[in-house]
Each structure stands twice: as C-alpha cells, then as structure tokens.
C-alpha cells in the first residue's frame, strides 16, 4: 500500500476508527494486527520473515537481561545478530556476492558456474532488521530493560507508518510509547494533519514530478546527452529523492501523530548543510546515527588516533553505501561519501571534525560552502541513481565533453524553478526559525496561504503516473 493511494487511506482510515475506540492493550494488539496486514499486503509469504525476527530478537533480549555470565550474555546477543543479518544477507546480498563471484573468476581465467538465485527482496527488511538488532544491544548494553510482553515489542517492529521506509526508530523512543497508555491531543491532530499535507507534497509535486526528468535522462544512451541533460538529470534526481524519501518520513510522522506516537525527526533540510558531517545530521538521521552508535563507535570511533578514525569513518560508510543495495555502485557510493568525510576532517586542520550549528544564514561564506557540499551530494546521487558504474562514468565524462544547451534542459530547469524553488524557500524559512513545525507557531493569515498552496499544488500538478517510494526497495 502505497502513502499516495486511495486504498491506504482506506486503510488508515479503518485503523483510525477502530483504534479510537479501544483501550490501550486491544490498541496494540489492533496495531500490531494492522502492521501485519499492512506489510502482508506487498507480498504475505515474507510476513514470516518479520513475525521470526520479532519472536526471535523478544526471546534473546529476555535470554541476555537474566544472563549474569558474560560470555553467556555475548553469545546470546552474537546469535541474535547473526540471525538477523543472515535474514538480510541471504535476502538482499546473495545474488551479488555470487554474481561478482562469478565475474572476478571468469576474469582470472577460471571457468565458473557458481548458481545464481533471483530472490526477491523482502520490501523493508533493512529497516525491520536494524530497528529488531538496536533492541538486542540496548538490552545487552544494560540501556534499556526488555520488553515484558511479545504483543508490545512485536507491535514496536512492525509500526506500520515507519515499517517500509523508517526513521529506524530506536527501542528507548519507541517501545515505551506502545508500552504506556497514549493520549491524542489538539496538536497531535494538528501536527498529524500538516505533516501528512506537507509530505504529500514533497512525494507528489516535487519526487514524482521530478522522476519524469530523472527517469528520461537516466534511460537515455549517455553519449547522447549533452552537458546539461546530464546536469538536468542528476539536480532532478536530488531533488526526487529528497522529495520522495523526506515526504515519506513526513507522512509516517504525521500518521503516528494521528495515533498518538511521536517518532523522531529523519530530515533536517539537508541540502544547506556546508560539510559532509553536517550532511549527515540533517539527512536520513535515523540511519546516520544508528551507524555511528551501534557501528562507528563500536569499531573504536575517533579513540585510537586519527588514522584509526579515518578507517572508521570509511568502513562505516561503505557499510552504509551496502546497506542501501547489492550493486557496485552503492559501494562506491559509501566509499565516495567516507572519502569527503575524511577529506573535510583533514583540511579542517588538526583533525577537527565539528559540526557548524545553529541556523545556517545566506552569507556569501555559507553559500560557497553550500554550493559546493550540494555539488558533491550530487555526484555521490549520479553514483546512487546510475544502473552501472560504466553508466555513472559516462555520463560524468559528458559534463567535459557536449556543453550544447537542448529545448529539453531548458524545460527542465524551468520546471525545476517552479516546483523546487518554492519549497526551498519555505524550508529556508523554516531552517531561519529553528523549528520545522514553524508554519503551525504563526499567524492563520499566513498558515492558510501557505496550505492551500500545498493542496492546490496536490491538485494541479500530480504526475501523469504515480512513483513507489524509492526506498522501499532498500
């Protein structure tokens, strides 16, 4: 079920009705109920696979809380690990590690004919297995007390609003919301309602609308487009992904809001960030430290010297640049995104690494750092978007060589202006403010304007064809 579809908010709708109704434990078990259609409703043979690892990771987080032994307790969590990323290994990475395989034998010399499995990929199954593995270290690490029933913790994995696509909400947030009896307050509504508008908006009018550009480029044989067609096709596909995965996280937090949950922030306007540190506090937050806290910190983090801190920094985000997809290019995507980590670390002079905070102004100091992180974003996105690195090298070989202008990249950019600038503006204005619920804290006379813009907008320009959200296939 899609957030953009008719038959989700039918969907939602019954959820919401029923669920008013009920008192807080039948609430959960209508909840988990719920999650379990929700996510059935994709493909209901892979609904094992989350039921396995909710009734797996509750009786191991039980196992290590009662354990006093510590290798016994290590044990237990290794085990709850394993089973976990053998779910998501077998699932999303066995094809490619046979394919690849397969490929640096043949270029050896060596005959090979290892078998290769066409496995569909669970939808989700990145963010339920490292949402389901932060409960088992919590737990190990003595930060969090089990859950006392299966019904709660496995309502806590399979929360339908943030099940596909997150924010990968971390246990100590999350759970004792379903533990605790919610109440759902004027502001809940409020915030519920806007946010849902807001990330429609982004999803319909900005991702979709752009995907029609991105798509035509990225279809296109590369040595046929000219400069910038290449340019036009990497800013639109910036601005689909941010659009579609940011008017996801928006819409889920709206839902919760509807429910009375509160779930974490996953985007902070991500592209007035002035260095890759930055970057990643404001974009996909849930997952940047979920691997800084449970990967980067665990692989010593900055506590070794600096040469240990740059490893660190690279493992962790070519880690990163795999959990995204079984493909060379999300590989390298990592690694290109841990090389101007450490590059940004380096030139900051003695290893610093601090992140400028506080609301980012239009200097003309902020803009070139701007300028120039989005710019460098945007070649990591050519490397995310591109179905090869052949593909990927081509098309970044095309900016020095075609500089002719073309009716299409013309169109294109001035679609770009009416459809992005706007909504760069207002989130612009919402960064200046320091709050993203900002348009709510005003005056009627300028959250009215604002709305109906957005729901015109909804209106006049949907795309010809609807998009899936694009990480539903991570």
């Known amino acids: 079920m899609l957030f953009n579809s008719f038959i989700f908010w039918g969907f939602f709708a019954l959820v919401l009705g029923v669920y008013r109704f009920l008192p807080h434990r039948a609430q959960n078990v209508w909840l988990l109920l719920a999650g379990y259609v929700f996510y059935g409703y994709w493909d ?36 709850s690990i394993v089973l976990n990323l053998l779910f998501l290994g077998f ?6 590690f046979v394919e690849s395989m397969n490929e640096l034998l043949v270029g050896l010399g060596i005959n090979s004919a290892l078998p290769v499995l066409h496995i569909v990929l669970p939808v989700g199954i990145s963010f339920y297995t490292f949402q389901s593995m932060s409960y088992t270290i919590d ?18 994995v399979s929360f339908f609003p943030q099940l596909l696509a997150g924010p990968i909400e971390r246990p100590n947030r999350l759970l004792p919301q379903v533990l605790q009896p919610r109440v759902i307050t004027r502001s809940h509504v409020a915030e519920g309602i806007y946010l849902i508008v807001y990330g ?10 752009m995907a029609v550009i991105a798509n035509h480029v990225f279809g296109r044989d590369p040595s046929t487009l000219t400069a910038t067609e290449v340019l036009v096709g990497i800013y639109a596909f910036a601005f689909q992904i941010y659009g579609d995965f940011s008017g996801y996280s928006s819409i889920a937090k709206g839902l919760a809001n509807l429910l009375g949950f509160d779930l974490m922030w996953n985007f902070r306007m991500p592209y007035l960030a002035r260095s890759p540190s930055e970057f990643w506090q404001r974009w996909h937050i849930s997952l940047s430290t979920w691997l800084r806290d449970y990967l980067y910190i665990s692989l010593g983090g900055n506590r070794g010297g600096e040469w240990f801190t740059y490893r660190n920094l690279m493992l962790t985000m070519l880690l990163g640049g795999l959990w995204h997809g079984a493909a060379w290019t999300f590989v390298w995507w990592g690694i290109f995104h841990g090389a101007i980590l450490i590059a940004y670390r380096i030139a900051s002079g003695r290893g610093g690494s601090a992140v400028e905070t506080g609301p980012v102004t239009l200097t003309a100091a902020n803009v070139v750092k701007i300028f120039l992180m989005f710019h460098l974003v945007c070649i990591s996105w050519l490397l995310f978007r591109a179905e090869s690195m052949q593909q990927a090298g081509a098309m970044l070989a095309q900016l020095f060589v075609n500089h002719e202008a073309s009716p299409f990249s013309g169109f ?7 459809l992005v600038l706007p909504m760069f503006l207002y989130e612009y204005w919402l960064e200046r403010r320091g709050d993203q619920l900002a348009l709510l804290h005003t005056r009627v006379t300028v959250q009215t304007p604002a709305l109906a813009y957005f729901l015109l907008m909804l209106v006049v ?4 064809q609807a998009q899936t959200f694009i990480y539903f296939q991570f």
Do not use: H
């Open 412 to 418: 294109a950019f001035a679609m770009m202006a009416f």
């Open 461 to 464: 320009f949907p795309p010809m």
């Open 139 to 156: 737990v190990y690490r003595r930060q969090m007390e089990p859950a006392p029933t299966l019904i709660g913790y496995a309502t806590y």
């Open 44 to 79: 209901w043979r892979f609904l094992s696979l989350l039921i396995i690892s909710s009734c797996a990771d509750f009786a191991l987080g039980n196992l290590i809380a009662r354990a006093d032994e510590p290798r016994r307790r290590k044990s237990l969590l290794v085990l």
């Open 91 to 96: 699932f999303k990475y066995f094809g490619f």
């Open 200 to 209: 429609l908006f982004k999803k319909v009018v900005i991702a979709d609308n």
